[in-house]
């Protein structure tokens, strides 16, 4: 089981972007994919994007098109590069892989 560290979070005016990383301890070789959720205050979490072992990509359809998912398995790191940001964004944004979850970084939208 690997340990999972989000990073890159923080307070962006609506229209702004952010970059987050999730660096892993051990390998993210391999087929299995990597996903990243998000939890708004209060409610349930909800699942963001998919990246599969070959790349391939899947978006929950809030972030279609403003979002984009990305692996280096050489460095251990999952990133989501979010463009376009809005209020409704807003939330602990956490990444899996396999059983494995990080413990999250806060992303507000907000001017």
């Known amino acids: 089981q690997v340990h999972l560290v989000e990073s890159g979070g923080g307070l962006v005016q609506p229209g702004g972007s952010l970059r987050l990383s999730c660096a892993a301890s051990?390998?993210?070789?391999?087929?299995?994919?990597m996903d990243w959720y998000r939890q708004a205050s209060g409610k349930q979490r909800e699942w963001v994007a998919l990246?599969?072992?070959?790349?391939?990509?899947n978006y929950a359809g809030s972030v279609k098109g403003r979002f984009t998912i990305s692996r280096d398995n050489a460095k251990n790191t999952l990133y989501l590069q979010m463009n376009s940001l809005k209020p409704e964004d807003t939330a602990v944004y956490i990444c899996?892989?396999?059983?494995?979850w990080g413990q999250g970084t806060q992303v507000t939208v907000s001017s």
């Open positions: 990246i599969t072992g070959r790349g391939n990509a």
């Open positions: 899996r892989y396999r059983e494995s």
């Open positions: 051990g390998s993210i070789s391999g087929p299995y994919a």
